[in-house]
Structure formats: structure tokens, C-alpha cells
């Protein structure tokens, strides 16, 4: 993938945009796309990229125009129906002078306008600028892979792949937290888009295209979900158990051959020893040639550590196998980095070993791996699944005693689970039971658990959020149909918007991706794939408590059963231990003094004072509440981001080499 930016006038008494402004766009986005730099400017608009050649190494250079050089388009993603798309289009008359997919875009927006997207199968934030009609396009990914930022400031919008380019390209911009995105995230651990973390920098939504013109804004949805209707016997998905199995597999197939053929550099895959990396890497070898890459996180610490079920899977593979070991002071050291890269709080500290392993990645000459995201969100793979159906269970008749029994059946992966205390975890998963039918239910024991760590927020933090219900504000912008589905497809709809968009694509997946200049490709993120989830019956994906069953049943013939078997273990690693060692970084101590908070003024000194002394002392046997964990990396991670975008700014470059360079506007030539 790449890195876009822009600069568009949104008045006739606004400045062109600056060159060196969209040059400085460019170069804070250089580890997104290391390869080439472009930049087009007109009088009203001006567009920046940072290339990592992926497809059609030799011509696919960005800002790319038309064949009249009206319209001009920056791109980050791809396209993996371009080639079906093409044949289309030249149908129609259209002509090509390049082999990339960035091209097939700009016809299919002429051919079709806003309903090109629907026809787009990939991953994308894409920006389209039409000069004569002076029109700016953009438009994101069904689910938010790539990211698009946007900032409206004295009569310009700035957009760009990351905050930090839209920085970089203003000193005047001002640079402070929204404390509503602060709520959010310490809410849903993650911001909801539009929301975003700094005041006056939104994203534009997954899955809708954004048109400004003449004035005026136009912001439409080109995709919505479409899950089955509860008590209506009839699901989209006509098929028996078993059809869905051979359904799945062909889609996941033909995904994840789209995905490993459709490049034009080796693709490797992410292998974690669960299911989900395992059949993707599985159909992957199969479209790999003679060589095929696969790269593993292990851990020091065994509680997080997979590695007898990574290396079961590689010697089924043959696949020529790389791993990096993370220890806690690996966590810590790297972390300032990563939250550079995030741009936003976090309240756990998996994507720093996610980062690692793309640096691995990299390190080997591998520019593209696929991925298992996401098929926990289409195939309700997670606990907070298995947790709603219980709860539910149990809300329908809230005296029973046995009811509440399966509660014991999840987390058995955690060593502190929440479970394994009977009078305690009927308490804390007992609360709001009567709620069972209500929007949200599901997640209402989380985010009301993460809620809590409100009470470390400032006073003056406190009073900007008084009276704001961010919980209340999402579930009263619902799907207009979301009361009409099954549970299980309003827990999912729910976990898809906030968690996956906001935090495991994002975070977790393109931020410690490109970070180190390495694409991630996600076949259960597919156009088709992501249909046929949704029209599945919630029986063929929940069967009573065992989890994503279709795809266990489509992977039966190519992934181990210990595999197939195993408990459900989610991805994690270690959390306020990283933090705590004898060892520590000192930036620790800098980003936690007094000083630095008072500055900050998002938490209260004090309060977070006792934390780090609570954790300290906890750190020698590293009994850490879920509560203290998340408090002390959300609060060390919030200091980080004031420190890098808030106290100091974003300066990108205006020295490096540019290969397009387009300059159309009046100055360039008078001269």
C-alpha cells in the first residue's frame, strides 16, 4: 500500500496549495511508501503520494491523470478484481495506458460514479480530483483497512493516509486532544469514525464515499451490512451446514488466491498457530511457487506464547519459516514508536510485538502477508459472542442456577479469568441481565468495564465530557435495520464498527504494517467473503458455544486438527508488566512525571501517581487487575501522543526527491 495526501480550496479567496507544504505531506508518509514520491498542484487543489510498488512496478506512478489530464487520482490499497473490471471497461470503449490498478479506478469513477465503489473488491482510501468540474472524491474500504483523515482549516481541507502529514503541512493547524475521542477510547478502546483523537481531524467512515463540489459536502454510505432477519425461518443462505462449508471454502480460495497472485512481488503469510492464520496461509501455499515465506510471533512469556502450534503448521507447509522472540523490555522500548505510528491511544500493548514482526518482515525482502483478520468478526469468533449468547440464556430466566453454569465455558485462555470465581463472575456478568433485549447488551460488560478508567481523567477533562454519553450516542445511530436482525448479527455489526475498524485494522493492522513498508492482504475481508458471513444462518457460525464452526468444517482438510481442536486464544501479549521491570526505559518516568501530566492535563497527577506505584509493587508477581492493565497503557500511550503530536509537531521534510512532479497552477506558469 501507499500513502495519499492533499490540500483542496474550499474558497475562491483561499490560497493555492503550497508545494512544499504537499512535499512535507509526502515525507512524513515515506515509510508507507518508501519507493517513489509524486506531487500534482493546480490553483485549487494539490495531491501527494508515497509509493510502495506493488502492482505494476514500471508505470503505476502517483498522482496519476487521465488521458485528457483533467482528472488526477492518489490511491493507497488495491484492487483485486482490477484485471475483471478492466475487460468491463474496455468494453465500454475505455482505453488504458498502464497495467495498474490506480488507473482502473479513475474509468471506473467516469463510468460509473459513486457506484464504482460498490463494484470494488479490495482495500482503499483513494482521492479523486476532478479539475475542470473542481471535484473532490474520496472514498474508503467497506471496513476501514486503510486509513483517510480529513482537517477543514482556514478555507482548505486537508486530507492525508495519517495525522501526522496533515501536521506537517500547517504549523498553524492547532494540535489538541477531542475529548470526545478520548471518551470513546477509553470506552470502546478505540475511536468510532468519523471521531477522531485531535480536535478537528475526522475520518472519513469505512465504506463511504465523500464528495465536495461547489460548496457543498456530500457524504453517502456506497455499503451497508445485510444480515439475516431474527425469527424468520428463512436466512439469505438457502444452503445446508454443509453447503455453507463448500461455499466458504471456495470464497476463501478465491480470496486468497486474488490476494497472492494478484502482485507483482513475492507475498508471504502472518502465521500465529491459530485457525485463522492457518488456513489463510494454508490456501496461500498453494499459490506461492516454489518459495513461500511465513513469519511468527513468539514470546519469553508462556502465557502468550504459541510457538508449538506455529511450527506444527510450518511442517505441514514446507514453507520457509522466520520468527522474532518479544520479550517485555522489547514491549517497552519499542512502544514510543509505536504509538508514532498509531496516532491514537491504546489500551493494550499488542500492536508493539505486531510491529516487530513486520520489521522481520521487511528484513527478509517481503513487501506483502496475508492475514487472518477479521474472521472472528464474520464468523463470531470471539468470546464476547460466546458471552452474549449466555447472558442472554440466562437473562430469559435469571432465577435459574444452572444457566449461569456456562459462564465457566469461556476465557479459558486467560490465567486470570474472569470466570474462575463463580460468586464474582455471576456478579459481574449478571449486571444489566435484564437488559438481555436491548442494543449493545452484549458489549455493555466491557465497555462499562473500561468506562471506569474515566476516574484517572483530569478535572478539567472530566467537565469537556460531562453529559456526553458516548455509549448512548453510538447506540442511537444504528443501522436502520440492525433491531430486525439475529443477536448474533447485532453483536457482530457492533464489534465490526468499533473494535475492528478503529483498533485491530488500524493499531494493530495497517499502522504496524506500514510502519515498516509491508502491505497486509486479508482474505476474510473479501468483498465476497464478507457477503457470504452475513447471509449465513448465526447457527452455521455459532453452533451452540463452538465458535466460527463453518470454518472449522471448510479447514478440516488442510489445517492440523490440534489446530482445528485447540481452545480459542485471541492474540494478546504482555501489558503493564512491559512497563514495570527493573529495566524500564526512561521515558517511562519523563512522560509520567507531575510535569508532564499537569501539561497534558488529561489525567489527574495524582491518580496516575498511585497507579504506577500500585503496579510497581504488583509488577514481582505480576498480579495485575484487567482494570490496572488497561489504565496504565492507556494513560502511558495518551502521554506518548501529547508528547510527539501535541507539545512538539510533525516537521516532514521538503528535501526529498520527487520522480512525478506536476505543477499546473498559475504561478508555475508565469515562470
Not at 80 to 97: C, D, I, S
Not at 278 to 294: C, E, K, P, Y
Not at 444 to 451: A, G, I
Request: net charge neutral.
Amino acid at each position: 500500500m501507499c500513502g495519499i495526501a492533499g490540500i483542496v480550496s474550499l474558497s475562491s479567496k483561499a490560497a493555492p496549495p503550497n508545494r512544499e507544504a504537499l512535499v512535507r505531506m509526502a515525507s512524513t508518509l515515506s515509510h508507507r511508501g518508501p519507493d517513489e514520491f509524486g506531487v500534482y498542484r493546480d490553483d485549487h487543489a494539490g495531491l501527494a503520494h508515497s509509493r510502495l510498488s506493488i502492482i505494476d512496478l514500471s508505470t503505476g506512478q502517483q498522482p496519476m491523470a487521465d488521458e485528457n489530464g483533467t482528472s488526477w487520482i492518489v490511491f493507497n490499497g488495491e484492487v483485486f478484481n482490477y484485471v475483471e473490471l478492466r475487460e468491463e471497461l474496455v468494453a465500454l470503449g475505455h482505453r488504458f495506458r498502464t497495467s495498474s490498478d490506480t488507473e482502473v479506478i479513475l474509468h471506473a469513477y467516469r463510468a460509473w460514479g459513486d457506484a464504482a465503489f460498490e463494484r470494488m473488491n479490495g482495500q482503499w482510501a483513494v482521492a479523486i480530483w476532478d479539475s475542470v468540474a473542481q471535484r473532490l472524491v474520496l472514498s474508503r474500504d467497506r471496513v476501514g483497512i486503510c486509513p483517510l483523515h480529513i482537517c477543514e482549516y482556514a478555507g482548505h481541507l486537508y486530507f492525508a493516509s495519517e495525522v501526522k502529514a496533515i501536521f506537517a503541512a500547517n504549523a498553524d493547524i492547532p494540535r489538541a486532544f477531542d475529548p470526545v475521542g478520548l471518551s470513546q477510547t477509553f470506552t470502546f478502546w478505540t475511536i468510532v469514525p468519523p471521531q477522531g483523537v485531535f480536535q478537528g481531524v475526522t475520518e472519513i467512515e469505512p465504506g463511504h464515499v465523500r464528495t465536495y463540489e461547489n460548496g457543498t459536502v456530500r457524504d453517502r454510505a456506497y455499503w451497508t451490512p445485510a444480515y439475516p432477519v431474527a425469527g424468520n425461518r428463512h436466512s439469505k443462505f438457502q444452503g445446508s451446514l454443509e453447503d455453507a462449508v463448500v461455499e466458504v471454502r471456495k470464497a476463501l480460495e478465491n480470496a486468497t488466491s486474488l490476494r497472492m497472485l494478484r502482485a507483482d512481488v513475492p507475498v508471504g503469510s502472518y502465521l500465529s498457530g491459530g485457525l485463522d492464520s492457518s488456513l489463510v496461509a494454508a490456501m496461500g501455499r498453494r499459490f506461492a511457487g516454489n518459495r513461500f515465506q511465513t513469519f511468527s510471533l513468539r514470546f519469553e512469556d508462556a502465557e502468550y506464547d504459541e510457538t508449538e502450534y506455529q511450527r506444527l503448521m510450518v511442517n505441514g507447509l514446507g514453507s520457509e519459516h522466520h520468527e522474532v522472540v518479544v520479550s517485555r523490555s522489547d514491549i517497552a522500548n519499542v512502544f514510543p514508536e509505536v504509538i508514532y505510528h498509531t496516532e491514537r491511544p491504546i489500551l493494550r500493548t499488542a500492536p508493539a510485538p505486531l510491529f516487530l514482526l513486520s520489521k522481520l518482515v521487511r528484513n527478509h525482502g517481503v513487501k506483502v502477508v496475508l492475514t487472518g483478520e477479521g474472521a472472528d468478526e464474520m464468523f463470531a469468533g470471539y468470546d464476547i459472542f460466546r458471552e452474549g449468547k449466555v447472558r442472554r440464556f440466562w437473562g430469559r430466566q435469571p432465577a435459574s442456577e444452572w444457566r449461569p453454569r456456562l459462564l465457566e465455558r469461556l476465557y479459558p485462555y486467560l490465567a486470570r479469568s474472569p470466570v474462575s470465581q463463580q460468586a464474582m463472575a455471576r456478579q459481574f456478568f449478571g449486571r444489566n441481565i435484564a437488559a438481555h433485549r436491548s442494543p449493545g447488551f452484549a458489549h455493555d460488560t466491557r465497555w462499562h468495564t473500561t468506562s471506569a478508567l474515566k476516574r484517572l481523567l483530569s478535572r478539567d477533562m472530566q467537565a469537556s465530557i460531562a453529559g456526553r454519553d458516548v455509549i448512548g450516542d453510538l447506540l442511537g445511530n444504528l443501522h436502520p435495520d440492525f433491531a430486525q436482525w439475529t443477536s448474533l448479527a447485532q453483536d457482530q455489526h457492533l464489534e465490526i464498527r468499533t473494535l475492528l475498524s478503529g483498533y485491530l485494522l488500524s493499531s494493530q493492522g495497517d499502522r504496524m504494517l506500514l510502519g515498516n513498508s509491508v502491505e497486509g492482504r486479508f482474505p476474510f475481508l473479501d468483498k465476497d467473503v464478507i457477503a457470504l458471513a452475513d447471509s449465513l444462518p448465526a447457527s452455521y457460525k455459532l453452533r451452540a458455544l463452538d465458535e466460527k464452526h463453518v470454518v472449522k468444517r471448510a479447514a478440516a482438510d488442510v489445517v492440523p486438527h490440534e489446530i482445528i481442536s485447540r481452545k480459542k486464544q485471541p492474540y494478546r501479549a504482555p501489558d503493564a508488566l512491559s512497563f514495570v521491570t527493573d529495566d524500564a526505559p526512561e521515558y517511562i518516568d519523563e512522560v509520567l512525571s507531575e510535569s508532564a501530566l499537569s501539561e497534558a492535563n488529561v489525567f489527574d497527577p495524582q491518580a496516575v501517581v498511585q497507579l504506577l506505584r500500585k503496579c510497581r509493587a504488583r509488577g514481582k508477581d505480576g498480579q495485575f487487575s484487567n482494570t490496572d492493565n488497561m489504565a496504565l497503557v492507556g494513560v502511558l500511550s495518551t502521554q506518548l501522543l501529547h508528547r510527539q503530536f501535541i507539545a512538539s509537531r510533525p516537521q516532514g521534510s521538503d528535501s526529498i526527491e520527487v520522480l512525478t512532479d506536476i505543477d499546473r497552477s498559475s504561478t508555475a506558469r508565469k515562470t
